[in-house]
């Protein structure tokens, strides 16, 4: 009997078959000898083109984003620059100019000199001497508003050297002060026999004395001091 050659199997005319089926059956892990890659190595191209491309996009939105931000910066600066043009070119009194802190300058004391000082004491006692002298040193509102309704159509005088007297309850340039102030400076430049220049000079130290007095007799009205004589010869 003739033996026939033996015919390969079916296995073994496709042998990547059983490879690739032991692939499928270990889910796709550890590469079977045998078996092709083609198939991985298209996928991972494919997903580096897609990150490739990623990032392209990104960097071209930054780009966009950082020319947006020059263009408004280039629009801040040119709208500066034209305020600045109009305003150099606005007249002086309506310019914005910076406001600055106001320092508030001290005034210097201003120091009398010893020529005032000693003019000062003389008025003072003077008039010291003619209130003690007076009867009446100190004239009542009455009769000091009478002599305010008349000093202007009559020529007399509130006052003289005998009955000297000031107002204490108007100011101390009232009506009645101003002439008590004419008579005194005239009884005190012939007293001291002083030249006339200073005739303003010696009734405004008069002024400035009753001014003192008031004050004084104000503090006593108010019970700061109890004796209302002690006025005359402060």
């Keep these: ?8 199997s079916r296995d073994s005319r496709r042998p990547h078959s059983a490879a690739q089926k032991q692939r499928n059956d270990n889910g796709g892990g550890e590469e079977v000898p045998g078996m092709s890659v083609q198939d991985d190595s298209q996928l991972s191209n494919g997903d580096d083109n897609e990150d490739e491309d990623e990032r392209m996009e990104r960097d071209a939105e930054n780009i966009r984003n950082i020319e947006s931000r020059l263009d408004r910066l280039a629009g801040a600066v040119e709208s500066l620059a034209a305020s600045l043009k109009n305003n150099d070119a606005m007249p002086e009194d ?11 300058k001290r ?3 201003r120091h009398k000199s010893t020529s005032e000082n000693k003019l000062a004491a003389k008025v003072r006692k003077h008039l010291n001497g003619l209130l003690n002298d007076s009867p009446e040193p100190f004239v009542d509102e009455p009769t000091s508003q009478r002599f305010t ?3 202007q159509t009559s020529g007399r005088r509130s006052c003289s050297v005998y009955d000297f007297s000031i107002d204490l ?3 101390p340039r009232s009506a009645w002060n101003k002439s008590a102030a004419e008579v005194f400076a005239e009884a ?8 006339p220049e200073i005739l303003e000079s010696v009734k405004a130290k008069f002024h400035t004395r009753v001014k003192s007095i008031k004050q004084m007799d104000a503090a006593h009205r108010k019970g700061e ?6 006025i005359r010869n402060t």
């Design 1 to 8: 009997m003739q033996h026939l050659p033996a015919q390969p």
């Design 94 to 104: 309506r310019r914005v100019t910076p406001t600055r802190p106001v320092t508030k």
């Design 107 to 109: 005034r210097k004391p």
């Design 149 to 151: 309704d008349r000093a």
């Design 169 to 171: 309850i108007g100011g």
């Design 188 to 195: 005190f430049m012939e007293h001291h026999e002083l030249e």
């Design 225 to 230: 001091i109890g004796d209302r004589r002690k």
